[in-house]
């Protein structure tokens, strides 16, 4: 595949392209009047013109170009596209737009579907994070039954120090001590049922998002007691089913109600629920009663992840982002009266 350039246009520079190929972003240079100047392998690639032909590129550009907002000097603009085109792979695409020198329009895009990379090493370090706590978790209860084990064995076999060892064997000392020996066993066994579970939380599934909704409302209760934020749990009947990675759904949950705890003043309120949503959908709701400044909105939706400050609470909505869309679903911010909505949106399942 070719990158694409109009003739009597010198090429976009050779730094400008790496930046955007390392960063897995298609790059394209067009005039204020919507010609297309520029276009590199990953944004041909994401545009589905895989020959790269000017009528081709050309096309599918005047297309796009149809959905794309407008630009503002200094102002990155994104923007989300999903074009259907009779007899062509759909387009789910994110992007921004903005004016990179006079006559100058930049635009990047993105697979909406597809982590970034940064969002990719963060959530597998946050992953391996969780099962090396688990792990811990199991070699203690393990040691724990199995030095009982162990013990309880030498009491059986005579070997324990002591004049009165052999009695030990007899009963009813022996049939204690079997009984321990059984006890312990099962504690065994319940160790590993749980990491087995762990492993199948995190294989694709359909699951209700009510038993995902209580079981983030447990985990964020203590956070909100010391902020003395009223936390509240929405109501929700019936079964609201989708399809995906239960543990991942979860945590991005957990992480955009904790961003906003950290975010909001001592004694603030917080709401998360569960509900249908248009079209099929179902939304996992965090609404509050903090701001959440035009800068972070626009934080949270960009595509350079690497030009983002970190530390600011956008970081955490940010890979909350990531995990949502690589679970099929969209993250939705709205200012509502006295505050702010999130939304994490995801396609309903069949029960």
């Known amino acids: 595949m070719q990158c694409f350039a109009a003739?009597?246009?010198p090429p976009v520079s050779i730094a400008l392209d790496a930046l955007a190929t390392r960063l897995g972003a298609g790059l394209l240079l067009s005039d204020t009047a919507g010609r297309l100047l520029f276009a590199n392998?990953?944004?041909?690639?994401?545009?589905?013109?895989?020959?790269?032909?000017?009528?081709?590129?050309?096309?599918?550009?005047?297309?796009?170009?149809?959905?794309?907002?407008?630009?503002?000097?200094?102002?990155?603009?994104?923007?989300?596209?999903?074009?259907?085109?009779?007899?062509?792979?759909?387009?789910?695409l994110r992007g921004q737009r903005r004016v990179l020198a006079p006559g100058l329009v930049e635009t990047l895009l993105s697979d909406r579907r597809a982590l970034g990379h940064l969002d990719l090493e963060l959530m597998c370090a946050s992953r391996m994070k969780e099962w090396v706590h688990?792990?811990?978790?199991?070699?203690?209860?393990?040691?724990?039954?199995?030095n009982t084990?162990?013990?309880?064995?030498?009491?059986?076999?005579?070997q324990w120090p002591g004049p009165r060892a052999g009695e030990q064997?007899?009963?009813?000392?022996?049939?204690?001590?079997?009984?321990?020996?059984?006890?312990?066993?099962e504690k065994l066994k319940l160790s590993l049922r749980q990491l087995v579970a762990a492993h199948e939380d995190a294989a694709a599934a359909t699951h209700d998002l009510r038993d995902i909704l209580r079981e983030a409302a447990a985990t964020l209760r203590m956070p909100a007691r010391r902020k003395r934020i009223d936390l509240r749990v929405g109501?929700?009947?019936?079964?609201?089913?989708?399809?995906?990675?239960?543990?991942?759904?979860?945590?991005a949950l957990v992480n955009v109600a904790l961003s906003r705890i950290a975010s909001l003043p001592e004694r603030g309120q917080m709401e998360i629920a569960v509900a249908p949503a248009a079209n099929g959908r179902i939304a996992l709701s965090c609404t509050d009663t903090g701001e959440l400044s035009e800068e972070a909105r626009a934080g949270i939706f960009h595509l350079l992840l690497a030009e983002?400050?970190?530390?600011?609470?956008?970081?955490?909505?940010?890979?909350?982002?990531?995990?949502?869309?690589?679970?099929?679903?969209?993250f939705e911010v709205d200012p509502v009266p006295g505050g702010t909505r999130l939304r994490l949106v995801f396609p309903g399942a069949a029960v």
């Open 7 to 9: 003739d009597g246009n």
């Open 41 to 92: 392998h990953r944004a041909l690639e994401l545009m589905g013109c895989a020959n790269g032909d000017s009528a081709s590129v050309e096309t599918r550009w005047s297309r796009l170009g149809e959905g794309m907002p407008g630009t503002e000097a200094g102002m990155a603009v994104p923007f989300v596209l999903d074009v259907i085109e009779p007899g062509a792979a759909p387009l789910e």
């Open 134 to 146: 688990q792990c811990e978790a199991l070699v203690h209860d393990a040691n724990g039954a199995l």
């Open 149 to 158: 084990i162990q013990l309880t064995l030498e009491l059986l076999d005579g």
């Open 169 to 185: 064997a007899r009963e009813p000392n022996r049939r204690n001590h079997v009984g321990v020996i059984r006890e312990n066993l």
């Open 235 to 251: 109501p929700a009947e019936g079964a609201l089913c989708v399809r995906g990675n239960r543990s991942r759904v979860r945590q």
């Open 308 to 330: 983002a400050g970190a530390g600011s609470g956008v970081d955490a909505l940010r890979l909350s982002r990531a995990i949502i869309e690589s679970e099929g679903g969209e």
